[in-house]
């Protein structure tokens, strides 16, 4: 049986965060997975449900309106603007720029900023900074990452108005609920990319181009629900996406050491920090430690951020806790649950902003609060 589906309205999938339309059959509302859409008004293939739900759950997933027409390019990509900037703003002096996470914020993010976190799940998270950016509560902020407590914190506190998004899940524990209220119930702006796509855009904006070419997200919904334009490769035929380069306000990096001058080393996988390093106007670095500058002059080939890039260097040890640092600590499974058991609900989040955010002046006293125990134990 096939029917037409409305656009306008749904559930998400419980598992892959899917848009769900329900639609009305025989006068029993229904509900289709996304993945069966094609273009708006075609012929969908009926389900019921959706397989990926349970059934019991269904009543439990309300949303408002949303359609699935492709989202806006939350930042466009201004190249001669980024230019401009770094040519005639940048300080790229080699000075001191040691300071506090207050300070940090304080000069170099505002109201209304896009502002980019560079991590791997909880790997390198910069929560110390994050924390921050909340208790001074600067808000409309568009974000980008593929992060995890660090977006969560700042939409559970109102923080975020819209976001380019890969993905927010917590592995074995599932999916955001936090991330999920607000697409479903506040009406968050996002835009879905692939891991790889997201990558490229900050590689397009190192390199100063408007645009990169990939193959990544063709034939997936995921194309559907980003910004991303197609084209015809003019030397072969093939169809390409084009990437729009992704140039940062701000960026937040935690790094395993810098110098007060803000070169950074980053041990093991540095994921992207070096291309969105390089497609910030200004760059706040986390650091595990600081330490002297001959540590970089004697392995040059080991500094994954020059210090031209840095506007602020923080020292923060435990700076991605309750996440964790590679080859340092391990992730604080107990702080994990605990957010996410009190993210449940808005009122759980809240209280736990309270204690954990609000509740302290900064970083060493958040450290103190845990104690010298707690951090021993995830120590490597």
């Known amino acids: 049986m096939s029917v037409t589906a409305p656009q306008t309205e749904g559930l998400h999938c419980i598992d892959c965060l899917r848009l769900e339309t329900r639609v009305d059959l025989d006068g029993g509302s229904n509900y289709l997975c996304a993945k069966d859409l094609l273009e708006p008004g075609a012929p969908i293939l009926w389900r019921t449900p959706c397989p990926d739900f349970l059934p019991d759950e269904l009543p439990a997933l309300p949303v408002g309106p949303r359609t699935l027409a492709p989202p806006e390019l939350f930042q466009p990509p201004d190249v001669e603007g980024f230019r401009r900037f770094m040519r005639d703003e940048k300080d790229i002096s080699l000075r001191e720029k040691i300071m506090d996470e207050t300070e940090a914020v304080k000069r170099f993010i505002k109201n209304g900023d896009y502002v ?29 990452g593929q992060g995890l407590m660090d977006v969560d914190f700042l939409i559970a506190a ?20 936090v991330l999920r209220r607000a697409c479903e119930k506040d009406g968050m702006r996002v835009a879905e990319w692939s891991n790889a796509a997201l990558s490229w855009r900050f590689k397009a904006a190192a390199m100063g181009v408007p645009f990169l070419p990939a193959r990544s997200m063709l034939g997936s919904d995921t194309l559907r629900r980003s910004a991303a334009k197609t084209m015809t490769d003019p030397f072969t035929g093939l169809e390409l996406v084009l990437l729009p380069a992704l140039f940062l306000d701000c960026a937040v990096i935690h790094v395993h050491r810098a110098d007060k001058y803000g070169n950074c080393q980053i041990d093991g996988v540095a994921g992207f ?64 649950k605990e957010w996410l058991e009190a993210a449940k609900t808005r009122e759980g989040a809240s209280a736990y ?6 509740g302290v002046s900064g970083h060493s006293q958040y450290l103190r609060e845990l104690g010298e125990a707690r951090l021993k134990g995830l120590r490597l």
Not at 122 to 135: A, K, N, Q
Not at 165 to 173: I, R, S
């Open 116 to 144: 980019g976190f560079e991590l791997y799940g909880t790997v390198r998270c910069p929560l110390s900074i994050v924390r921050e950016i909340v208790r001074r509560k600067i808000g409309n902020l568009r974000v980008a």
């Open 158 to 177: 109102g923080r975020v108005s819209a976001m380019d998004l890969t993905y927010v899940g917590y592995e074995a524990h599932g999916l955001s609920p």
């Open 273 to 336: 920090a070096p291309e969105m390093s390089r497609a910030a106007k200004r760059l706040i670095v986390s650091a595990e430690e600081i330490v002297d500058s001959e540590v970089f002059l004697k392995a040059p080939h080991h500094t994954t951020i020059p210090y031209y890039l840095v506007d602020a260097v923080v020292e923060a040890p435990f700076g991605a806790h309750p996440g964790e640092t590679c080859g340092l600590y391990g992730r604080d499974e107990a702080g994990i």
């Open 353 to 358: 902003l309270d204690r954990w955010v609000y």
